[in-house]
């Protein structure tokens, strides 16, 4: 089946730096790739999709200078935390959808857990 | 109004019983919808799709569509302790973003 591996599964910043997040998809070509964020007893809320070799397209609210998507080939996309601040804390999941996917019930990463100190 | 509501629960179901959730949406030209499974720190596993009217039977997982009523439904027969999760609907838009329910958590009492 799909799978789509997702690094790291935990990481802690300080205030200020930078932290990339890395969804590769081991089996299939991704041609799009959604990134979410889930603050703790919330649902998923969507931040960006983006498709192979294209700029991601952001949801409203979302900054696009602060969360850097890029999806350069079909196998990798990364979402970069520029000046993370501690409001930036959350639960972020990468979900790849591919030719492969045919009933489009799209694949998760396993998420990252991200806080910001 | 939410484009997808569920029910937040917690929906409590004695071990052995039938757990029944529900989703409504608002969007009539939906077409694919899909049931996930979450645990408490992990991402959504895929439990069901179902595109048709009609139940689609899986194991022990039964998924209703009722495009009619705009609604979704899934049934977990035979409940067990491990099925206890948050469940989210899901339903796709057609540039295949997935519109999200705010999820139902589910308890089995054993």
């Known amino acids: 089946g799909a799978v789509v591996s997702q690094h790291p599964s935990r990481v802690i910043c300080k205030s200020g730096t930078s932290v990339k997040i890395e969804c590769r998809s081991l089996?299939?070509?991704?041609?799009?790739m959604f990134w979410y964020r889930q603050f703790p007893k919330q649902s998923l809320m969507l931040m960006a999709t983006?498709?192979?070799?294209?700029?991601?397209?952001?949801e409203q609210g979302v900054e696009k200078d602060k969360f850097l998507i890029n999806h350069a080939s079909l196998t990798l996309s990364t979402l970069t935390v520029t000046s993370a601040h501690p409001e930036d804390s959350s639960f972020y999941i990468c979900?790849?959808?591919?030719?492969?996917?045919?009933?489009?019930?799209?694949?998760f990463g396993s998420g990252t857990r991200l806080t910001v100190v | 109004q939410k484009e997808v509501e569920q029910n937040s629960g917690p929906l409590s179901v004695p071990e052995g019983a039938i757990a029944s959730l529900n989703c409504t949406y608002s969007?009539?030209?939906?077409?694919?919808f899909f049931w996930y499974r979450q645990y408490s720190g992990k991402s959504p596993e895929l439990i069901m799709s179902i595109y048709s009217n009609g139940d689609k039977e899986d194991g022990r997982f039964t998924a209703q569509l009722n495009k009619a009523s705009q609604y979704v439904s899934l049934l977990i027969r035979d409940s067990q302790p491990s099925d206890s999760a948050t469940y989210l609907c899901?339903?796709?838009?057609?540039?295949?973003?997935?519109?999200w329910g705010a999820g139902t958590k589910l308890i089995i009492k054993p």
């Open positions: 983006s498709n192979e070799g294209s700029k991601a397209t952001y």
């Open positions: 979900s790849a959808l591919g030719q492969s996917n045919a009933n489009y019930g799209y694949t």
């Open positions: 899901a339903v796709n838009r057609s540039n295949y973003q997935l519109i």
């Open positions: 969007d009539r030209g939906s077409q694919s």
């Open positions: 089996d299939f070509q991704a041609t799009t």
